[in-house]
């Protein structure tokens, strides 16, 4: 069993930035990949960045490429998520999520306003 706690969200202008956090409790860490997700206001749930957990190998949605970089740090049992160009199209629900296992947090909501 793995329990996450996303934190960090809020809300930011247009072009600000945020950092979220994911923490994680129970079995090891560094074994799991881990993902961020995102569900804007009536969209489905897409997948947003991925760190892999033995090669590091790092993924990013075509949508935030650039803008957004993820990073983990072992030791703290974390997976961060940094948010830089914030647009309003980029307010959602932010999720964390592991993968084997699929286990997902409850979620840390980003509002950007225009």
């Known amino acids: 069993q793995v329990q996450l706690v996303e934190s960090g969200g809020g809300l930011v202008q247009a072009g600000g930035s945020l950092r979220l956090a994911c923490a994680a409790s129970?079995?090891?860490?560094?074994?799991?990949?881990m993902d961020w997700y995102r569900q804007g206001p009536g969209k489905d749930r897409e997948f947003v960045a991925r760190?892999?957990?033995?090669?590091?190998?790092?993924r990013y949605a075509s949508s935030v490429n650039v803008r957004f970089t993820i990073s983990r740090d072992n030791a703290k049992n974390t997976v961060y998520l940094q948010m830089n160009s914030l647009k309003p199209r980029d307010t959602a629900i932010y999720y964390c999520?592991?993968?084997?296992?699929?286990?997902w947090g409850q979620g840390t909501q980003v509002t950007v306003s225009s």
């Open positions: 760190i892999c957990a033995t090669s590091g190998t790092i």
């Open positions: 129970g079995r090891t860490f560094s074994v799991y990949d």
């Open positions: 999520h592991t993968s084997p296992g699929g286990y």
